[in-house]
């Protein structure tokens, strides 16, 4: 699983990838996590807010700090998809 922080390395940008990285500890899941913060990767995203949550490709969400419980949910989601 890929996840990637979208932000230009601000404050919520550093909450939401330590958000991250506990829910995957808290989940015991194996995943690269990558804080992206060229402008230009991120416009390719078509995000107009950070921070932005993508996962395997996908934005999940964008202009907060998601919760703990937020992003277990969007992590779940994307392991149930691949085993489908």
């Known amino acids: 699983m890929k996840i990637e922080v979208l932000g230009t390395g601000c404050a919520k940008c550093n909450k939401l990838a330590e958000e991250v990285r506990s829910a995957l500890a808290e989940m015991d899941v194996a995943a690269e996590l990558t804080k992206v913060e060229d402008i230009k990767k991120i416009m390719s995203y078509k995000v107009m807010m950070t921070p932005a949550l993508v996962i395997n ?3 999940k969400a964008a202009g907060k700090v998601l919760k703990r ?5 969007f992590i779940q ?3 149930q998809n691949r085993n489908e």
């Open 57 to 59: 490709g996908k934005v």
């Open 77 to 79: 989601e994307e392991m």
């Open 69 to 73: 419980e937020e992003i277990k949910k």
